[in-house]
């Protein structure tokens, strides 16, 4: 009876150890697996699509670095540029100019006289 028993159990951890080798011998082979066939998801494009790719990766970073730019200076206000040549800075009078141009020699003494008095003061 123990002869039997030894004998069934054998049977029995050979079939479970054989089992899995039967059912991959009728798996299909992997030879056509990387074959040419249709492109990426049923997609025919081909390896000429795939100049997509980085076309669309550029172009999502430049409108991304234009958007950032743009929203920059519209937070930023104006751009306050270098001041005109007529303006005069802060702190400088007319007539602090006119003794300036007195002093370079651009103007004689009747005409700083005439203006300094046009100017009132």
């Known amino acids: 009876m123990q002869k039997v028993l030894i004998a069934i159990c054998t049977a029995a951890i050979a079939a479970l150890f054989l089992a899995p080798s039967a059912v991959l011998a009728q798996a ?24 997509f ?19 920059s200076r519209w937070a930023g206000g104006p751009w306050q540029g270098s001041a005109t040549p007529h303006a005069t800075p802060s702190g400088r009078t007319p007539l602090d100019i006119l003794k300036e141009r007195f002093a370079r ?11 300094r008095r046009v100017l009132g003061e």
Request: proline share 6%.
């Open 53 to 71: 790719g980085p076309l669309f990766m550029i172009l999502f970073l430049a409108v991304l670095i234009a958007a950032v730019v743009f929203l």
């Open 28 to 51: 299909p082979s992997d030879a056509e697996r990387y074959a040419y066939g249709p492109g990426m998801m049923g997609w025919g494009g081909g390896w000429m699509m795939m100049i």
């Open 105 to 115: 020699g651009e103007i004689d003494k009747e005409e700083f006289e005439e203006r």
